[in-house]
């Protein structure tokens, strides 16, 4: 696909519902006992596969169009499966599966695409195996022997709100308490949403304690628009001349909003208002405008609330006088594909002084890039990432998949270019 180079973005855009909300809502609705409707459902392929999958275990969940019906089973209703479970790209529908399957009294195997059988699945795996759970394999396609679970008091040794997650979810099939030690504080919609549906689940700090949970009352759910999407509208409408963009009805989680603090860090004109609770999860618009923008220092706990956005941050450092290092996020390495390669790979095929260190990347931003034929490598985020670098390069640019979008954000490109003016 050619990437067409705009002259300036003015206008407002709504970016479509959040990915781990969507995954979550579905999941939690289909255990619950009773009817959960769900509004900006992402129907992005990635939350489609969860749907798919939990179908294929006897759940009902009708698409309305506008909203979501998913008819919950409750937490002992799930059926055997009759068929693999295939969760396609998404890692999330794979890791948090695991969680939910391990305390079934049935067996199912999971796999998903090529990207996914890459994807290393112990770090779920092995937290779930000390509760007693019996999964077969630490790379797709698993074989879990649904068993009985018991509680465990687990350190985690990743930043990973999948991780954390797939064990809440064990935790309530699980006998006695299931403690979860966290290194940094992770996304925490799972946190949130089971605490609304009255399960037995306490968060402290960096703790987080679940009971065995008889049954999750359903709740309806508003899904507030992706932050991880919006964050390419944030760097588009920063480096742009001439340019402001608002984004409406973002949620704005403070485990999610890095990427808010690290473009007010390099100086972006950013601005956050109508700020509200919408289904549990704060929520606002915002508006982002041309901006002078110089590097920074990203690592630490910032990473986790920022991690699916580093590499349209390393864009924007691209853009920004001097330099930006981003360390401490090895975790990118084994994203939907090795965020650090492929960023610091193709960047450099535009010219870009870019420099890949074992846990992130140094950029020298602020010089004259030009055009190239990107690849995506299959990954949304790169795809989408890609597009906002190739703007400002001299020269045309080209990416040789830009379907892949699908996976979190169907109709990127329509709304890309619904903003030029
Ligand atoms: C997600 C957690 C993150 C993130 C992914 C979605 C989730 O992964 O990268 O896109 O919904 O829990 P990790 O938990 O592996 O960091």
Redesign the pocket.
């Known amino acids: 696909m050619l990437i067409h180079k705009m002259k300036r973005v003015q206008g407002e855009i709504t970016v479509p519902g959040d ?3 969507s ?2 809502a579905v999941m939690l609705g289909a255990l619950a006992d009773g009817i959960t409707h769900i509004n900006g459902f992402l129907r992005g392929a990635d939350c489609l596969s969860t749907i798919d999958c939990f179908r294929k275990m006897g759940v009902r969940i009708d698409d309305n169009g506008d909203s979501l019906t998913v008819h919950g089973n409750g937490l002992h209703g799930l059926r055997a499966p009759k068929v693999t479970l295939y969760t396609g790209n998404s ?2 529908t794979t ?2 599966l695991c969680g939910i399957l391990a305390g079934q009294p049935f067996d199912a195997e999971i796999t998903g695409d090529a990207s996914i059988c890459k994807r290393p699945m112990g ?1 779920v795996t092995k937290p779930l195996s000390l509760m007693g759970a019996d999964i077969e394999n630490e790379y797709c396609p698993l074989i879990i022997h649904g068993t009985k679970l018991h509680g465990i008091d687990y350190s985690m040794t ?8 797939a064990i809440i979810l064990a935790g309530l099939y699980a006998e006695g308490e299931t403690v979860i030690h966290e290194i940094e504080k ?2 925490d ?2 946190e949130l949403m089971l605490g609304a549906m009255g399960a037995d689940i306490a968060v402290d700090g960096l703790t987080v304690r679940v009971g065995k949970t008889d049954r999750l009352a359903p709740q309806d759910v508003t899904v507030p628009g992706d932050i ?1 999407s919006a964050a390419f509208f944030i760097v588009l409408g920063a480096i742009m001349p001439d340019s402001e963009i608002t984004i409406k009805n973002v949620g704005i989680n403070p485990t999610r909003t890095g990427i808010i603090d690290v473009m007010k860090a390099m100086g972006a004109d950013i601005s956050v208002f109508n700020e509200r609770t919408e289904g549990g999860e704060p929520t606002a618009d915002m508006a982002v405008r041309t901006s002078s923008l110089h590097g920074t220092e990203i690592g630490g706990a910032l990473i ?1 609330r920022l ?2 956005e580093l590499p349209v941050i390393a864009a924007a450092a691209v853009f920004a006088n001097g330099k930006t290092v981003i360390r401490d996020a090895q ?1 990118l390495k ?2 939907e594909t090795n965020r650090i390669r492929a960023v610091v790979d193709e960047f450099k095929k535009a010219g870009v002084d870019i420099t890949e260190t074992d846990d992130g990347m140094i950029i020298n931003g602020g010089r004259t890039i030009h055009g190239a034929e990107f690849s995506t490598y299959g990954d949304h985020r790169m795809a989408m990432s890609l597009a906002i670098l190739a703007q400002l390069a001299e020269g045309g640019s080209t990416l040789d998949d830009a379907s892949c979008v699908d996976v ?1 954000y169907p109709g990127f490109f329509d709304d890309f270019y619904g903003l030029e003016k």
């Open positions: 990915k781990s909300i995954h979550r890692g999330t890791r948090l770090r990743v930043a990973s709100a999948q991780v954390k997650t992770s996304r919609h799972t991880s986790p991690i699916d975790e084994i994203k979190s």
